[in-house]
């Protein structure tokens, strides 16, 4: 049962407040007559809540650039990055990166130190993300209010239980216990490719696309799904976990205890492994050998077939369980020849039948780079903050 | 942009009314005072709502059973039945069902015809329903105002439009349109396994979970997906199709142009096979080989082990990309002996890192039977119907 719309008019203006912040801090400046339009808004609504939010120093109005068009410009409404600032980290395997992001997306500062190959102990990183933040929010001068972490393993959304995180070799972790309270502000964990789906979906290829997937390949494989414009979370607020989708059975063990997972056939180690270099090879070099193939299709394929033939059933398998517009590859996949991973996308079109119906799924790159889940996870937290700016 | 939350008290009162109709519908006779509690109302407000509805033929108010406990017992309100009837309509691959279905959800007529092993025209089966419909429905006494209608494939939820129908060899038929040229009401075409699950969630084993999973199988392998309480559907209305989620690389040749489908490995055929008896086996001597196990179950594990592999795996993967708590198990799966589903179920909890987290996802049976994708199917139909009774 949803309750019931009752709705009272100091409850209407901070709805409409909150959805006006939300605008300009997806969409960037906007004019007034733009909010108007997007809102449903008449244009003294628009103006009373601007100026509400001008004069509490969360937005500000400028002239835009002189364009061609005759007449006085229009004033744009710009949010001001400093009124609302929020702690993004990103838990990865062999480095934890933080930032800083104010109202509007934008990274007003950042760190990161790497974990030189030994995972990072729990406490050990709450206690370097606490003190890295501190003196990163003293630098800049600002506080921030809230925190969105992303780590790469099962967590539970709502309280931010760590239940397995195998790469960081983390199980039964209460993370967001630990970073609120060493914090002191409200913390949201969550698993780095829901995080990094979140992020595709406001600011990179998925904008606009109710339905996509992101899929990421480093170390593991993992995929966060945007259903009908929302995270799509299973029970107790648990996300999927794409990448022990089992594609190749009786493949190679995996962790997880099945064999032939999709992270073990389409991850960092099986692309290495692809290419006929040791399983763990580091990152760089995986990159640039795959560079030093871009410029002969015929050989890119020759010795990618097999991991392109894995990657192609995996998004198939995907696509088909469910009928997304769009998928977004991220991380190491973004490296893959340009030739090969239009291959895999003509396959994918082909061989799924949903895709088929729906006139072909678009796949595409991830746009935002190394900072994708950094960014979602800024997100995450905003979530919360846009309604009480 | 989600719309403004601006409510006039008219639209407050239809809120209410249809909040209301729907409780009743899906959860049967209530009196007024569990009315208020379930839907966060005063009694007064309850009080103008269902003497509205009474005074409208929507409900009555009966004085319930003598119980044991003292003093005036409450009254309760019901749904009266022929205050609005559906129609529902199951087209599979050997027969096409149809029933009229009363508020309440009470099957008030129903009528079936074998298609005797050749597939059913599109054209013969829109003038076979429209013509049994007019017949029941004077049998009955009652004017149906909508219709859904169960199509194994995959639909378009937005107009009906059946893109490929492989069981039933149609494509590209415009199912809903022709339907609702014929019946003269608004249609619902929609995907079996999605109208399954629908049905599975409001009246049977997925009542009340959020997070549920439909899978059927007959002669193909179907999924309904239940997200944060509404029907998962993809891209343009699209809904996933399970059974084509290859779990065998290498496997059976599918219709869909893959090989080793999930619909290949634990579909009728596949399940016959699995038996030792010939592919197209009646349905009636596949269940009854299966009855035939069920009080060994040393020998049924040995016979059925292979199929059930292929129905784990299935299982696990469904489990680690979805998340959720309980997966239903529908049609023929149903028929399998309890040993080898219980062994099934352990070993799918086993081996899903998302169900370990989640602490164990349940698997249960189908309680509506054969019933289940026209009841789904009636509940489509009452989605647009509930708010204007």
């Known amino acids: 049962m949803t309750s019931t719309p009752v709705a009272r008019p100091d409850e209407v203006r901070r709805y409409n407040r909150?959805?006006?912040?939300?605008?300009?801090?997806?969409?960037?400046?906007?004019?007034?007559a733009a909010l108007a339009t997007e809102l449903g808004l008449n244009r003294s609504t628009i103006?009373?809540?601007?100026?509400?939010?001008?004069?509490?120093?969360?937005?500000?109005?400028?002239?835009?650039?002189?364009?061609?068009?005759?007449?006085?410009?229009?004033?744009?409404?710009?949010?001001?990055?400093?009124?609302?600032?929020?702690?993004?980290?990103?838990?990865q395997v062999e480095h934890v990166a933080i930032a800083l992001v104010g109202l509007g997306g934008q990274i007003l500062g950042r760190n990161r130190w790497?974990?030189?190959?030994?995972?990072?102990?729990?406490?050990?990183?709450?206690?370097?993300?606490v003190e890295s933040t501190q003196l990163l929010a003293t630098d800049l001068g600002v506080r921030p209010v809230a925190a969105g972490i992303s780590v790469p393993g099962v967590t539970r959304r709502s309280d931010g239980h760590v239940h397995e995180a195998p790469n960081l070799r983390w199980s039964d972790v209460p993370l967001g216990e630990r970073m609120a309270a060493g914090l002191g502000v409200p913390v949201t964990v969550g698993n780095d490719a829901e995080f990094g789906a979140l992020a595709e979906h406001l600011r990179g290829a998925a904008r606009g696309a109710a339905d996509a997937v992101f899929v990421s390949a480093d170390v593991g494989v993992g995929g966060g799904v945007i259903a009908q414009g929302s995270s799509l979370r299973g029970?107790?607020?648990?996300?999927?976990?794409?990448?022990?989708?089992?594609?190749r059975p009786g493949g190679r063990s995996c962790y997880c205890g099945n064999e032939?997972?999709?992270?073990?056939?389409?991850?960092?180690?099986?692309?290495?492994?692809?290419?006929?270099?040791?399983?763990?090879?580091?990152?760089?070099?995986?990159?640039?050998?795959?560079?030093?193939?871009?410029?002969?299709?015929?050989?890119?394929?020759?010795?990618?077939?097999g991991f392109a033939e894995w990657l192609t059933l995996g998004l198939v398998n995907v696509v088909n369980l469910l009928g997304p517009e769009l998928v977004v590859l991220g991380?190491?996949?973004?490296?893959?020849?340009?030739?090969?991973?239009?291959?895999?996308?003509?396959?994918?079109?082909?061989?799924?039948?949903?895709?088929?119906?729906?006139?072909?799924?678009?796949?595409?790159?991830?746009?935002?780079?190394?900072?994708?889940?950094?960014?979602?996870?800024?997100?995450?937290?905003?979530?919360?903050?846009?309604?009480?700016?």
């Open 18 to 32: 909150s959805s006006l912040l939300r605008l300009l801090h997806v969409g960037g400046p906007c004019t007034r």
């Open 47 to 91: 103006k009373t809540l601007v100026d509400g939010l001008a004069e509490a120093g969360v937005v500000e109005e400028r002239v835009p650039r002189p364009g061609r068009s005759a007449g006085r410009p229009s004033l744009l409404v710009l949010p001001q990055p400093q009124a609302a600032v929020v702690l993004a980290v990103d838990v």
């Open 114 to 129: 790497n974990l030189h190959g030994r995972m990072g102990h729990p406490g050990e990183v709450v206690t370097h993300v």
């Open 235 to 247: 029970a107790g607020g648990y996300v999927g976990e794409i990448g022990h989708m089992v594609v």
């Open 260 to 305: 032939g997972c999709w992270e073990t056939e389409v991850g960092e180690a099986a692309l290495a492994r692809a290419l006929e270099m040791p399983d763990d090879s580091p990152r760089g070099a995986i990159v640039a050998e795959l560079r030093g193939l871009s410029g002969d299709p015929g050989t890119a394929w020759e010795r990618l077939a």
């Open 331 to 389: 991380d190491l996949l973004t490296a893959l020849p340009e030739p090969v991973l239009d291959r895999v996308a003509g396959e994918v079109r082909r061989r799924s039948m949903v895709s088929r119906a729906m006139g072909g799924v678009r796949i595409e790159m991830s746009s935002l780079g190394a900072d994708v889940k950094l960014l979602g996870a800024a997100e995450a937290a905003f979530e919360g903050v846009l309604d009480s700016v």
